[in-house]
């Protein structure tokens, strides 16, 4: 279940607003075509949008949309990288970093545009009438630079799971929602996401985040799309895998030695994934989120 996509019509709705549906990134020329052709004045997308706009489509940075204002992101954290791309590509639109949840229905943060390049990585901080925590294990709040879990409270968040007590009770608790984002806080209260708490691999003992190797890897140009997980190791306990989606046209020429001298020279090397998997398709569920392996 995922709310943002019925959010946005519902918006749409309140303000007497017009939407354009189109559920097939498939095919972006056609993407492209609507935005043009509808005049749209803004465009909302999920993180697996974004990259294959930008690492598969061939005109989509040098296509001129006279009336695109703004676009909105969220349904996870889409790395940096590919936010400076958008804005370098196209500076006169506005591009608004916001998080939450469909717990939350569905909105619990944005990042405005004007701060982005001093705040570059983070959520933002809550929108009206929501109330933002970092916490540690105790609920107590985490000093800048600590790592804990985000916490949520406002009139947005649900009552429940339906017919789900104990994960309901593990959920809320006190008023908050437990969110299981793992993040941290600067000195002025802007929040940064590190990893989903259940993500978390252990390699010798080491907690690693699989973002922090994520966006190492999808800083070249050729990867359209990277997943880190842990594979058992005998030795090790878990080892590194990553999951490379790499452009068609480059696939034959990105290796395995390539990425790892890549990542070498930016991650410790405990960090440095030592299995690799090459795909030239990203696999999106229909709410355009990138289905994982379970």
Known sequence: ?????????HTHLRVGGSIVFNNSFIFLGGVLKSLIDYKCTGFAGVPSHFQILLRKSDSFKQTKFP??????QAGGKLAPIFIDE???????????VMYGQTEATARLSWLPPEVYDKRKGSMGKGIPGVDLRVVDEKGEPIKPGETGEVIARGDNIMMGYFADEEGTKNAIR???LYTGDLGTVDEDGYIYLTARSKEIIKVRGKRISPKEIEAVILALPEVIDCTIEGVEDEIEGEMLKAIVTVRTDSI????????????????ALFKVPQIYEFKDNLTISATGKKIKKV
């Not at 009336?67 to 909105?72: E, G, I, N, S």
């Open 1 to 9: 279940y995922y709310c943002y996509g019925l959010s946005l019509l």
């Open 174 to 176: 006190n008023g908050w």
């Open 252 to 267: 034959s020429t990105l290796t395995r030695d390539r990425l790892i001298h890549h990542c070498s020279q930016h991650l």
């Open 86 to 96: 958008f804005r370098e590509a196209h500076p006169e639109v506005r591009f608004v």
């Open 67 to 72: 009336d695109l204002k703004y676009v909105t």
